[in-house]
């Protein structure tokens, strides 16, 4: 899978949302990691998660040369238990479960789960002037989760499968282009941003399977890629 760093920054907070191959090395061309707030793991696939461990290391010098002090805080999903002992043993980082609910400076995160493979969550942000991002996470098409997307000033989500492989996206608990543009249609998303693509695929047949369904401004998720609400 397509794996950038996705990172939320109002006035006064910055968040990670996600932290798989590769995300740890592009991050440093944006942002200065010992500046982040937050780091939030939607679920413990190795696309989403696995570069925690080059953070880590990171994180360990900053604190040996005396560039920060504190531990960053990490939230991560519960389940599985032995993934989420073993994060919440580290130093590094101050790791708490995924909840309903919570808030870092000006932003407030509420956590949807979804129906994947393992364990996983949709993430809404909202800043204190109200602008919404949705961020699916990894999810099947199951439109009672999808319905917290509505009215989202930016839908950030998977289009993971093309249409002619629907089968396989129940399978596997994704959703195909075609079916995320329907879902920024319904929810009326005034901006749609689509991620996590699967490199055999043809990024221009991902694109017009979404546009099919979804009128809106529509763009394709690439590194240096920035959205204002």
Request: proline share 4%; net charge negative.
């Amino acid at each position: 899978m397509s794996r950038l760093p996705n990172k939320i920054r109002t006035e006064k907070a910055t968040v990670l949302l996600e932290c798989g191959h590769s995300v740890f090395s592009v991050l440093q061309k944006y942002q200065d990691f010992k500046h982040l707030d937050l780091v939030v793991i939607s679920h413990f696939h190795p696309d989403h998660y696995v570069d925690l461990y080059a953070f880590r290391h990171a994180l360990r010098a900053t604190k040996m040369l005396g560039q920060r002090s504190e531990p960053l805080r990490l939230l991560v999903p519960a389940q599985p238990v032995d993934m989420f002992n073993y994060w919440y043993s580290t130093e590094e980082f101050k790791v708490e479960p995924i909840a309903c609910l919570v808030e870092v400076r000006d932003i407030k995160l509420s956590f949807v789960p979804v129906l994947h493979t393992m364990p996983g969550y949709m993430i809404v942000a909202e800043d204190q002037r109200g602008r919404r991002l949705v961020y699916s996470g990894d999810t099947d098409y199951v439109e009672e989760s999808l319905g917290a997307a509505a009215g989202a000033d930016v839908l950030l989500a998977e289009a993971s499968i093309l249409d002619r492989d629907r089968e396989y996206a129940r399978k596997a608990k994704h959703l195909t282009a075609k079916e995320t543009g329907r879902w920024a249609n319904w929810c009326r998303a005034k901006k749609l941003v689509l991620t996590h693509f699967w490199p055999e695929y043809d990024l221009k047949e991902i694109e017009a399977e979404a546009r099919s369904e979804y009128s809106g401004e529509l763009v394709l998720a690439r590194e240096g890629l920035k959205v204002e609400i």
